[in-house]
C-alpha cells in the first residue's frame, strides 16, 4: 500500500507538517510505503488555463508538478494536510489541486483524509476549507474521503504537539496495514 503525505503549509515542522508524519509514521509502522510531498515548499505555479493538457494529458509548464502526478496517481491512499489562510485552504494547496487537471482522471479509486490545521478552535469554522477539498476529491474517479482531521487551536509551531489529533491521525496511519 503506497500512502502520500501532501502538506500545503511553507512551514517545516509547523502543525500540518507535524500531522502528515504522525499519519506517515502510523502508516510505516503498518508496513505500507510512505512518502510526503511538501507543496507547500515547492515552488510550482498556478495553472495557466490554456487547455493544452486537454489534448496532450501534460502541463506545459515544467516545474516538477509532472513528478508529483505521477505519485499522485500511483499511490492508494492520500492525505491531504492543509493549514486556513483566511477561512479557506491555503495557496499552495490550492495551486497544487488546480494542476491536477491534466491528468486529474488518472486519480482514480483513492482513499483520501484531510488535515486542517488553524488557530480558531470552532470546528465548524473549518467547513469552507473542508468543502474546497471535498470539491477536489468529488471530480476525482472513485475518491473516497474516510475521515477529517482537527488540528484546531494551533498557532505556532508546536502547538499541535500533546493535542489529542496527534494519537488520532497515527492510528489512522496505523489501520492502513
Ligand atoms: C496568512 C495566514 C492566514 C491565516 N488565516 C487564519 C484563519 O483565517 N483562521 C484561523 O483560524 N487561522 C488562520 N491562520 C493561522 C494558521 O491556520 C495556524 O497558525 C496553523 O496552525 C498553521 O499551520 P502550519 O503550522 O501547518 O502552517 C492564518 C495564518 C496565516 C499565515
Redesign the pocket.
Known amino acids: 500500500m503506497k500512502v502520500i503525505a501532501v502538506c500545503g503549509?511553507p512551514?517545516t515542522n509547523?502543525?500540518?507538517?507535524v500531522l502528515c508524519d504522525q499519519f506517515l509514521k502510523g502508516a510505516g509502522e503498518a508496513g505500507c510505503e510512505t512518502q510526503k510531498i511538501q507543496i507547500g515548499k515547492t515552488k510550482i505555479s498556478p495553472c495557466y488555463a490554456c487547455y493544452v493538457c486537454k489534448e496532450t494529458g501534460r502541463c506545459v509548464q515544467n516545474d516538477g508538478m509532472d513528478e508529483i502526478l505521477e505519485k499522485i496517481i500511483h499511490s492508494d491512499v492520500i492525505l491531504l494536510a492543509t493549514?486556513?489562510?483566511?477561512?479557506s485552504m491555503d495557496a499552495q494547496m490550492k495551486i497544487f489541486i488546480d494542476r491536477s487537471l491534466a491528468r486529474y482522471q488518472e486519480i482514480k479509486d483513492k482513499t483520501f483524509y484531510f488535515a486542517i490545521?488553524?488557530?480558531?478552535t470552532r470546528h465548524e469554522?473549518m467547513e469552507p476549507t473542508i468543502a474546497g477539498l471535498n470539491g477536489y476529491t468529488a471530480c476525482l474517479p472513485g475518491a473516497v474521503v474516510k475521515d477529517i482531521f482537527y488540528?484546531t487551536g494551533?498557532?505556532e509551531?508546536g502547538?499541535i504537539l500533546g493535542l489529542p489529533v496527534m494519537k488520532k491521525i497515527f492510528e489512522a496511519g496505523k489501520s492502513l496495514g
Open positions: 503549509s512551514r509547523g502543525n500540518s507538517d493549514p486556513v489562510y483566511f477561512y490545521t488553524a488557530a480558531d469554522a488540528g494551533t498557532w509551531k502547538d
